[in-house]
């Protein structure tokens, strides 16, 4: 059978009601990619591997949520769907708004959206409106607004989405036989590592696949699950994962503690060399809150917090690098320029 998306391949393990009626842009089924050179670079001894989720549709992981939760919708009959975002959520329900042929608003954060983001969700046709405010501010107006009109909201609130979003669990499970030792990826309204430990726990109860530690990393300026309070004004060039009330908080920390691992912060000088390095030694170009994972565990490995010797680890990225060009664009000095003659040419290249 020809894939067919995450819902039909892993229909038997998600909680779905009947009058789902499948939407999808054949998502998921994303490379597991070995990243030997980058383990090398953290001191080796140890199975690297990197869950490339910005190869998803719509460039990020938020699209195997998003089919759940879309297909639930538009099979109980909503007409539109509505979210907050910080770009990635909004870009996925734009997309499978459009593939069910239902209306779209999203609300983001004004100025703090990644280009490849805010893009995507015009191109995708939705309606989009800027928020005088933070991440947390459009949440909490959607999840109001949604109570009192017939907009079917689709932020991971929603437990569907994260019916969909456990399915890069049991990908996992399947491409390596078993659950890894540590999954490191980053956290920021918390609905993603609550998902994964979901999908971890339901194949090791089903299929003894055993369960990964989880190592949830969060950008510094905008830590409050490392903190344990909200934080008001959230800061970070990893703007995807600029969010101070994560709607998931308890769940996430739940997780972190049950599965024996933790939530850590790392500054944004770390994402962005570990983004840097990714792409640089393993061809992996992915935004920078993709790259906090593996950031993460660089900083427990150096510290010694964190002994990986024969561990197999996987790190989830997220979104694509494509989403956010400018975070590479800012640290690129001025192009270089040449008239079209060979010797030219050679003056700068040889
Ligand atoms: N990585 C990326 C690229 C994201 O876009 C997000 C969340 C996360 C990590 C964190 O996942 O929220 O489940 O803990 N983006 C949301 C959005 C908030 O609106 O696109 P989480």
């Known amino acids: 059978m020809p894939y067919a998306g995450v819902i039909p391949r892993y229909r038997e ?20 990619v070995p990243v030997p050179r980058l383990a090398e670079q953290m001191g080796g001894g140890f199975r690297l591997f990197v869950k490339y989720e910005g190869l998803n549709p719509s460039g990020s992981f938020k699209d195997r949520g998003m089919t759940a939760a879309v297909s639930e919708a538009v099979g109980r009959g909503a007409k539109a769907v509505i979210c907050a975002s910080t770009g990635n959520t909004a870009a996925s329900a734009a997309a499978y708004a459009a593939r069910a042929g239902v209306k779209s608003v999203v609300l983001i954060p004004e100025g703090k959206v990644a280009l490849g983001k805010l893009a995507g969700a015009l191109a995708y046709g ?8 933070s991440f947390d501010d459009a949440l909490r107006l959607v ?3 949604s109570r009192k009109h017939p907009l079917a909201l ?5 437990p569907y989405r994260l019916e969909g979003q456990k399915t890069a669990a049991f990908e996992i499970c399947d491409t390596l036989g078993h659950a890894p030792d540590w999954l490191c990826l980053p956290v920021g309204n918390a609905g993603n590592i609550t998902a994964y430990w979901m999908g971890f726990r ?4 089903a299929k003894g696949t055993g369960l990964p530690k989880l190592l949830g990393v969060q950008a510094a300026g905008a830590a409050p ?28 920390l739940e997780a972190a503690q049950q599965s024996g691992g933790r939530i850590i912060a790392v500054s944004d000088d770390e994402i962005l060399a570990m983004q840097r390095l990714l792409a640089e030694e393993e061809g992996l170009w992915v935004e920078p809150a993709s790259a906090a994972g593996l950031a993460g565990l660089a900083a427990e490995i150096r510290a010694g917090r ?9 790190a989830v990225c997220t979104g694509h690098g494509l989403k956010d060009p400018d975070a590479v664009l800012r640290r690129t000095p001025e192009l270089i320029t040449v008239p079209p003659r060979l010797d030219a040419l050679e003056a700068v290249v040889i």
């Open 13 to 32: 393990w998600l909680d779905l009601p009947d009058h789902t009626q499948t939407i999808s842009l054949l998502e998921g089924d994303t490379p597991l």
């Open 126 to 133: 939705a309606q989009v409106v800027q928020v005088e405010g």
């Open 143 to 145: 999840v109001e607004i």
């Open 154 to 158: 689709v932020n991971s609130i929603n």
């Open 202 to 205: 339901q194949y090791h109860e």
């Open 225 to 252: 699950l490392v903190l344990g309070h909200p934080v008001e004004h959230p800061e970070t060039v990893a703007t995807a994962i600029r969010i101070g009330r994560p709607a998931r908080g308890e769940q996430a």
């Open 306 to 314: 964190f002994d990986p010797k024969d561990k197999t680890i996987v």
